[in-house]
């Protein structure tokens, strides 16, 4: 997004929450009673004692929704969920390659009696395009029984367009009649009550709109943060959305996951609670975060974010972190794959280094990695060659990102495939 555009964009949602006039995201914005007792930083940021009282209606499945949720990708115990709970997290978003997070979930549900009830639980499964019927069925009563419950409330196809299976392009996933029929016969059993579709690809917008188009999905989760919610075409999806009373879920609303520019380790909580209330303006009916899933603390400022309004000074700080953010940024748009001569798979290997350093999937990062062809990981001559760089319209050094990734996540190779 332009400079400028952004900050007209971010002032202007800032104006209309201080001034208190117009609607702004869902009608269903509500914050009923707040907590007595809270403690506020130096700025006048709510951190903790408050609950999570805002609730959304998740579209046309009916559900009514903390507008803050779990993400379950780097669960660690069954105590995170229980606490999220407690303060009013009652959305769960978790998938089967997510290490242990749905056997996680099970533990947590037989240790507190009542807690499924609480809970929205959303989960995903991975079909190809050719995937049959029976294996995603399969896959289903795998995670039905890893979590220990006789119904999952929004199972989602995971990561269109992003890889994560084979032969995975754009919306090739969503072509194979066989996932239709799946979705049909888990819900006719009673196992499903909503699908969803989910990408965090740089044609996410395209990608969700052809899934729009199947008239098959309730739900979507979609990756949305201020640095490329207009570049990467998400107004207009959360329009064709609202028209066809679709829920959408937000996912990776922090930039560059929990990563702070030089200069802002100061005022990294208001960032982060700025960034969730700039989500809440637009028409999502949650924000799920990673770090909910892990951290008390996250927890406390993520239920405080969303006791206000986007406002001035969350636009001024969103404005100033998001320029020094920028070029450390990569939005996988594919301008560098398009001009590198030897094929490397830039924006893979960027993402695979991200979960390396953001997620702490350090295993699952390497393992990606060496799963791509010799010649797209990377060669020598990305040590002089520059031009993707050069290309870059954000200005991210995405020359020597490549080199770091090979070192961080396995020895890089020659395009003859030898070390």
Same mark, same amino acid.
């Given at each position: 997004m332009a400079t400028t555009r952004r900050k007209v964009l971010l002032y202007t949602l800032g104006?209309? +929450? &201080? +001034?208190g006039a117009g609607v702004v995201g869902y009608a269903e914005w509500r914050t009923r009673g707040k907590a007595s007792t809270v403690v506020r930083d130096k700025d006048g940021y709510l951190v903790k004692g408050a609950h999570l009282e805002a609730r959304r209606r998740l579209g046309r499945t009916g559900l009514d929704v903390g507008v803050v949720g779990i993400g379950a990708g780097g669960l660690v115990g069954p105590d995170p969920i229980r606490r999220a709970a407690e303060l009013g997290m009652n959305y769960i978003d978790t998938a089967t390659c997510y290490g242990g997070s749905e056997a996680l979930i099970g533990r947590a549900l037989r240790e507190s009696p009542g807690l499924r009830d609480k809970l929205v639980i959303a989960t995903k499964w991975d079909p190809g395009p050719k995937t049959p019927k029976e294996r995603m069925l399969e896959s289903l009563d795998q995670s039905l029984k890893r979590m220990g419950t006789d119904v999952i409330d929004v199972m989602q196809v995971h990561? !269109? /367009? /992003?890889g994560h299976v084979e032969h995975d392009e754009g919306s090739v996933r969503l072509d194979n *009649?066989? !996932?239709? $029929?799946a979705m049909e016969i888990a819900k006719a059993k009673g196992k499903v009550r909503f699908f969803g579709a989910t990408s965090h690809h740089a044609d996410r917008a395209k990608i969700l709109m052809h899934a729009l188009d199947k008239g098959k999905f309730d739900v979507l989760l979609v990756k949305m943060n201020v640095l490329d919610y207009e570049s990467a075409g998400l107004p207009a999806l959360l329009a064709k959305a609202k028209e066809k009373d679709v829920g959408v879920v937000a996912m990776k609303s922090q930039p560059g996951g929990m990563a702070i520019p030089k200069g802002y380790e100061a005022s990294k909580w208001n960032i982060y609670q700025s960034n969730l209330r700039w989500v809440l303006e637009h028409d999502i009916a949650c924000v799920v975060q990673s770090a909910i899933g892990t951290d008390e603390n996250a927890q406390d400022l993520a239920v405080g974010a969303a006791q206000d309004r986007f406002g001035m000074r *969350?636009? &001024?700080? !969103? $404005?100033?972190y998001a320029e020094a953010l920028s070029p450390d940024y990569c939005r996988s748009c594919g301008a560098c794959e398009a001009e590198c001569p030897d094929g490397v798979r830039i924006g893979s290997v960027l993402q695979f280094a991200m979960y390396h350093e953001q997620y702490g999937w350090k295993e699952r990062a390497k393992a990606h990695y060496a799963a791509l062809p010799p010649h797209e990981r990377g060669s020598d001559a990305c040590a002089s060659c520059g031009i993707c760089s050069a290309v870059c319209p954000y200005g991210v050094d995405a020359q020597g990102r490549v080199v770091a990734a090979g070192a961080l996540l396995g020895a890089r190779r020659n395009f003859q495939g030898t070390s």
């Open positions: 104006g209309v +929450a &201080a +001034a990561w !269109l /367009g /992003g *009649d066989e !996932l239709y $029929e *969350d636009g &001024a700080l !969103l $404005e100033t």
